[in-house]
């Protein structure tokens, strides 16, 4: 028989406790496995372990240091026969889970974000933190409080640690509007919602709002959510229920972390291409211009030609375990350039390269790009690309092959 025990929600490098008791007959030996943990026993001496044995009877106490985050798994066999015993998921979370997950960015496509209802051209869509223009909010139908409660729902698309959300107000001629409480549910299915309680026992947990149209207000998710959908239903509000937003958090996996693109911590010499254009005016567009959200008047890598035989290339100066790339395109002079598809190849010396592909199919895989120069579009790696060097290679663009972008991952022992 096999026991389930609810997961466990831990923040990295924090120490959790562990009661262990055995209470089997007299051959049950539980054998529990800690998967490379790292442990305290009696206070001092600290160890990373495979396994624990627990005797029949036997009482032990643990205290387990939280190591990488991601999701892992506690679990024992017991008796000769190793029968399956006690297990229980955990989730590690990383301290630096708190990142823009897209809303501000557009790398949250429109087609992600839906509401119960809106007001005139106040579309769902708008809810975007600092979105600019005449309209530039959500706004709902409802001006009473005592009306049945709108709400605003983004679609992840997969499942996603969400730690904090912002939110702001906004202003047409004049008059503000914002929501000055809400509260928030959360799904994995889009069927089965759970209201979000925080750390108490009441049936709700309301967040206090914003108090102007324009302040952006933070508010942490403690503990963190983790679905792919979430909802925010307005309780309280000034004028009507306005709203611009952005949800903050990481990867279930933990490993989502930029990789140094637009810090700079990858190096101009590590960014190499096919080819580089030089505009008549005397600007490079080299490659390492192409940094996610680079400034400028040659704020990205262009190719010299318009053709498929021109990639990008990044050497990580080590192997890597890449989860993701977010892309950008940019704009010269009247020229909005962008890349709309594109392939990958990786390689662990920079000789021989190896295409990404569909999971079942020999076809090369081809990702979406951008339809604008505005926004950002993120797409996973699944499975991910474990290589020291990576190519972009644009398959098709807008007026010119350009690029800026970010890498996301981790070391590749992370996992």
Known sequence: MIYHL?????YEQEWVRLHLLNLGGSRDMHVVHFHG????ENGTQQHQLGVWPLLPGSFKTLEMKASKPGWWLLDTEVGENQRKGMQTPFLII???CKMPMGL????????????SEFVGYWEPKLARLNNGGSYNAWMTERNSKFDSRPWIQVDMQRKVLLTGIQSQGAKHYLKSYYTTEFRVAY??????WRIFKGNSTRNVMYFDGNSDASTVKENRFDPPIVAQYIRIYPSRFYNKAALRLELQGCEVNGCSAPL???SGKIENTQITASSFKKSWWGGYWEPFRARLNAQGRVNAWQAEANNNKQWLQIDLLKTKKITGIVTQGCKS??????VKSYTIQYSDQGVNWTPYRQKTSMVDKVFEGNSNIKGHVKNFLSPPIISRFIRIIPKTWNQSIALRLELLGCDADWS
């Open 187 to 192: 799904s994995s299915d889009q069927t089965n």
């Open 260 to 262: 140094g693109m637009e």
């Open 6 to 10: 609810p997961g466990l929600i831990m």
């Open 333 to 338: 002079l009247s020229s909005e350039m962008f």
């Open 94 to 96: 990383d301290r630096e």
């Open 37 to 40: 943990q790292t442990l305290l």
């Open 104 to 115: 501000s960015t557009g790398s949250i496509a429109d087609t992600q974000i839906k509401a």
